[in-house]
Every structure is written in structure tokens, then in C-alpha cells.
């Protein structure tokens, strides 16, 4: 190929790093943040999800922006994808992780949503230190305080998600990441004499 897909590529790579680089900032740097500096359960999910709830928009154009690129770069490599042997292994496992990181993401933001609109009393008693057994336990045993039973199953739907919201904050910077790894492989796959060794070997059927 000796034609230029700048643009394209722009839109592939700047979505991608935005989209990897504001989930690992946000895992890291604002929950991190919260939990240093936000004093009770409540204060510190509030502020989580605050900052994410600001950060989505950002994120759905960064991905948007990636699968124009990636859609793009798919048609215009069409060829070499059938031709270059590996090529269309890579392609589709790229493929499937761009999947998976779209839907971890839009998970973790419904997850997100009931967070933010669980209730004060969702979070008594979590000033609590400790992991998501204890503030679970801190929940059932305040749970004689909450006198409706709609409340006390808000209450339980929030801590649950919030305890899958603390392991996908850190799936979506892993899938991501993977992506860039995935790219970086199509990168040396387009060179030159990578190009023609892999057209051989499909011509050859190896």
C-alpha cells in the first residue's frame, strides 16, 4: 500500500489512547482520590462517580472516533487482511477484545448508575475501613435501620455493583491496553517484507 490514511489513522490511535488512557487515569488517579481524600462511603462514591459520570461523554466520543477509524482501516487494508498470512487472525482478535472492552465499558457504566442513584442510607455505616466483605457486612447489620424493604434492596443492588465496579474499573485499561499491543503488532505486519513473507506463505499454504 503506498497510498496515506491519515486521518484514519488519527481517529484510530488519538480513540484509543483516550479511551485506555482515561479508564487507567480514572481506575488509578480518581477512584484512588476518592478513597484518599473523600472521608465517608458516601462522600468518596459520590465523587467516583461524579468524575465518571464528567468523563463519559469524553469516553463515548474517543470510542466513536476509534471505530470509524478501525472500520475505515479494515476496508481500505480489505486485501492484505485475505492475502497476508496472520493478518486476519490478528484483525479478528482484535476484533473480539475491542468487543469485550466495549462491553465492559457500557456495563460499567450501568453499574455506575446505580451507584449514583443509591440512597444516603445505602452507605451507613461505611466510614468502616476495609475491604467489600466488611462494608457488606457493615450494610447487613445496619440493615434494621432501614425501614423500608425497597431500601434495604437498593442498598444490597448498590454494594453489589459497586463491588463489580472494582474489578471492571480494572478491565477496561486491560482490554484497552491489549488492543494497543494488537496494534502494534499490525504495525510490523505492514512492513514491507512483512507484507510480501506473508503473501507467499498464504500463496504457498503454509
Known amino acids: 500500500m503506498t497510498e496515506r490514511n491519515t486521518v484514519l489513522r488519527s481517529l484510530h490511535d488519538v480513540g484509543l489512547a483516550a479511551w485506555f488512557g482515561g479508564s487507567l487515569m480514572g481506575a488509578v488517579g480518581l477512584n484512588g482520590a476518592a478513597r ?15 468524575g465518571w459520570a464528567m468523563w463519559t461523554p469524553v469516553n463515548a466520543v474517543a470510542i466513536a472516533a476509534h471505530l470509524v477509524g478501525s472500520v475505515g482501516l479494515l476496508e481500505v487494508n480489505a486485501a492484505r487482511v485475505a492475502r497476508q498470512k496472520g493478518v486476519g487472525s490478528s484483525t479478528l482478535a482484535k476484533t473480539v477484545v ?11 457504566r ?4 446505580k451507584v449514583e442513584k ?3 442510607e445505602a452507605w451507613q455505616g461505611d466510614a468502616v475501613q476495609g475491604g467489600a466483605d466488611s462494608q457488606d457486612s457493615q450494610i447487613l447489620r445496619d ?21 463489580q465496579l472494582t474489578v471492571l474499573q480494572w478491565a477496561v485499561p486491560a482490554l484497552t491496553g491489549g ?28
Open 36 to 50: 484518599a481524600q473523600g472521608g465517608t462511603e458516601q462522600t468518596r462514591r459520590r465523587i467516583e462517580s461524579a
Open 110 to 113: 450501568v453499574l455506575g448508575k
Open 118 to 120: 443509591a440512597s444516603p
Open 98 to 108: 475491542t468487543g469485550a472492552a466495549m462491553a465492559v465499558t457500557a456495563y460499567s
Open 179 to 206: 488492543l494497543l499491543v494488537l496494534n502494534a503488532l499490525h504495525g510490523e505486519q505492514q512492513r514491507p517484507w512483512e507484507q510480501v513473507r506473508g503473501m507467499l506463505q498464504r500463496s504457498m499454504g503454509r
Open 143 to 163: 440493615s434494621q435501620d432501614l425501614q423500608d424493604s425497597q431500601d434495604l434492596q437498593d442498598a444490597k443492588e448498590a454494594q453489589a455493583a459497586r463491588r
